[in-house]
């Protein structure tokens, strides 16, 4: 069992220190018990940490502060578990927490690599597509480069003379 001073608390639930004492007044108004040291100091367990967690989400979700801090002990006063039970318990709900979230982080790493793939097969088929386009331009450029050799062969040839033409030299 983890035992922390009230600046703990504070500093861990974000919330000030005198905020702090004034919900566990509250709560000990309330029939809540927060354990004390000898010099009457109060100090705080996981417990206490996770019922004034839940004070905060209830006044955080618009009910009041009184009312928020009734239904928590409402809730510990119906509560027979044991420390052992209740931080089983705890521990059950952080497991299924965690089990929703990794839940969620798979759906959405499912859906990423789904919108990779398209991605990648949108990129090949432009690659496809560029890949076509070059080899048509390739060959018109070697058909045209064909037909020059074919003109400067011809050019280069000398003309053929007929019978006449070589008889008289003309």
């Known amino acids: 069992m983890n035992v922390y001073s009230p600046a703990e608390v504070a500093r861990q639930l974000k919330i ?3 905020t702090l004492r004034k919900y566990a007044i509250m709560l000990e108004e309330a029939g809540y018990k927060i354990n004390r040291n000898s010099q009457n100091h109060r ?13 905060i989400a209830g006044r955080n979700s618009g009910i009041t502060l009184e009312e928020s ?21 705890e521990s059950v709900e952080q497991q299924s927490k965690l ?9 959405l790493i499912q859906e990423l690599t789904k ?31 064909n037909e020059m050799l074919e003109s400067n062969k011809r050019l280069a040839e000398p003309e053929k ?6 008889l008289f030299n003309k």
């Open 16 to 18: 000030k220190p005198a």
């Open 43 to 55: 100090y705080f367990t996981d417990k206490d940490i996770v019922t004034l967690q839940r004070v």
């Open 115 to 145: 919108q990779l793939d398209e991605r990648d097969n949108e990129i090949m088929k432009r690659l496809d597509q560029q890949e076509q386009r070059i080899n048509e331009r390739d060959k018109q450029l070697m058909n045209a480069m």
């Open 161 to 166: 003379k007929g019978f006449f033409s070589r």
């Open 99 to 107: 089990m929703e979230l990794i839940h969620k982080q798979n759906e």
């Open 69 to 89: 801090i009734n239904n928590v002990v409402s809730i510990y006063r119906h509560n027979t578990y044991t420390n052992d039970t209740y931080n089983a318990i």
